[in-house]
Nanobody, 121 residues
Framework: QVQLVESGGGLVQAGGSLRLSCAAS????????MGWYRQAPGKQRELVAV???????NYADSVKGRFTISRDNAKNTVYLQMNSLKPEDTADYYC???????????????WGQGTQVTVSS
C-alpha cells in the first residue's frame, strides 16, 4: 500500500502564508503526477495545483500568482507554498499522487487524509 501524509495546515490571517507538505511512502515504484486539491464546506473538491515528475505544473485560476507547487522526487514529497492567502482559500487541502506500485502495474490514485487551512479576515 501507499500512504500520503500531509502537514503544514493551520490558521492564518488574510495576506499571510502557509506551506503544505505531503510525503508519500510504501510500495512505490514510480510517481507520475502529484497534486493538491481542496474542499470547502458545502462545496465539491477542486483542483488547486498539480505537478508532473518532469516539473510541469498546472494551477487553478483562483490561485495563480499566489500559490507555488513543487516536488522533491528523491523524497516522494510535494509542497504547496501559499502566499497572499484569502478567506476564500479556507478549506481542507488534500494531497494526491498517481503511483505505480511495480514495474508494469497500472497507475493508482492515492489520497492523503487532508489538512485544514483556515484564513481569517
Amino acid at each position: 500500500q501507499v500512504q500520503l501524509v500531509e502537514s503544514g495546515g493551520g490558521l492564518v490571517q488574510a495576506g499571510g502564508s502557509l506551506r503544505l507538505s505531503c510525503a508519500a511512502s510504501g510500495s512505490i515504484f514510480s510517481i507520475s503526477t502529484m497534486g493538491w486539491y481542496r474542499q470547502a464546506p458545502g462545496k465539491q473538491r477542486e483542483l488547486v495545483a498539480v505537478i508532473t515528475n518532469g516539473g510541469s505544473t498546472n494551477y487553478a485560476d483562483s490561485v495563480k500568482g499566489r500559490f507555488t507547487i513543487s516536488r522533491d522526487n528523491a523524497k516522494n514529497t510535494v509542497y504547496l507554498q501559499m502566499n497572499s492567502l484569502k478567506p476564500e482559500d479556507t478549506a481542507d487541502y488534500y494531497c494526491n499522487a498517481l503511483v505505480r506500485t511495480d514495474w508494469g502495474s497500472p497507475t493508482y490514485s492515492f489520497w492523503g487524509q487532508g489538512t485544514q487551512v483556515t484564513v481569517s479576515s
